[in-house]
């Protein structure tokens, strides 16, 4: 009897060793993903800000020969504004078309990261929903 009492003792420490490699091996894969996912949204938002940056400057380089039209052809500033509103509002679409574009990019490969790692995005999803809830009921209780 004492034998199967240690064998059955050393096949519990050897499953709880096995348990825990497999729980660490999650956490890190978890926490792969959650880095990749966290830079794919930084890279997002910087490419977002300098889209948004570039065309502010379009606009702006727009509205300063908008005024210098004006000034030139005081007879033809209407067409003039007309033709500049124009190719402002063709630069602001292809602006947003590439902001359009890089967004779908993004999700692309967030579906890419998904794919390669179904169950890390699944526990990263529902941790991060775990904290979403607790922060949503602090701001509902206070």
Not at 40 to 55: E, L, P, W
Not at 128 to 140: E, K, S, T, Y
């Amino acid at each position: 009897m004492p034998d199967l009492k240690d064998k059955m003792e050393q096949l519990g420490s050897t499953t709880r060793h096995e348990a825990g490699k497999v729980a660490d091996k999650a956490k890190d894969a978890t926490s792969n993903v959650v880095g990749a996912v966290k830079d794919t949204f930084q890279d997002v938002a910087g490419n977002a800000a300098n889209m948004a940056n570039k065309a502010a400057s379009q606009v702006r380089e727009t509205a300063k020969e908008w005024y210098g039209a004006a000034e030139e052809c005081a007879t033809h500033t209407a067409e003039n504004v007309r033709r500049a509103a124009g190719d402002a509002t063709e630069q602001v679409r292809r602006v947003a078309g590439d902001a359009a574009e890089k967004a779908s990019e993004v999700g692309d490969e967030l579906t890419r990261v998904i794919q390669r790692n179904p169950i890390p995005c699944v526990l990263a999803a529902m941790g991060i929903g775990f904290l979403a809830a607790i922060a949503l009921r602090r701001n509902m209780s206070s």
